[in-house]
């Protein structure tokens, strides 16, 4: 996939937790999937590139990757943490690591008035899903 697409995150939370739209807000980020790559020197692996865009005041629902997932600020500032860690703030320049076996239990925009931008490096088994949903993290 090389082609870009903009697919609001509430449809893509839903689709991928298999949630109702009605239950996220509607200030939920824009991502907008840039590449997938087979990874042929690590076999059954795939690289999957998103840009992902967040509103003011957006955040998203308690989930995990099951992948090696690097995130790098573009633009404006973005709060992450992972179950059993600090909440970090980042901003344009910085970066951010979640394992595999991470809960991603906060991923929000740290502004409410202006909108912030990052690119997401998923490193994960070929054809599984980017996001899967953890019940009763929140």
Not at 14 to 35: E, I, R
Not at 112 to 125: E, G, H, I, S
């Amino acid at each position: 996939m090389n082609r870009i697409v903009n697919i609001p995150m509430t449809g893509l939370v839903a689709a991928l937790l298999g949630a109702g739209g009605s239950q996220l807000s509607a200030q939920q980020a824009v991502v907008t999937p840039l590449m997938t790559k087979e990874l042929a020197d690590v076999p059954g692996k795939e690289a999957l590139m998103l840009l992902v865009e967040y509103p003011p005041g957006s955040s998203d629902p308690v989930h995990r990757h099951n992948a090696d997932a690097f995130v790098y600020v573009l633009d404006g500032s973005i709060v992450m943490q992972v179950k059993g860690g600090k909440p970090v703030t980042l901003t344009p320049g910085q970066t951010f690591y979640e394992g595999p076996d991470d809960v991603h239990v906060v991923g929000r925009n740290a502004s409410t008035t202006k909108p912030a931008k990052f690119v997401v490096l998923l490193v994960k088994q070929k054809g599984a899903p980017a996001v899967v949903p953890v019940k009763g993290e929140d």
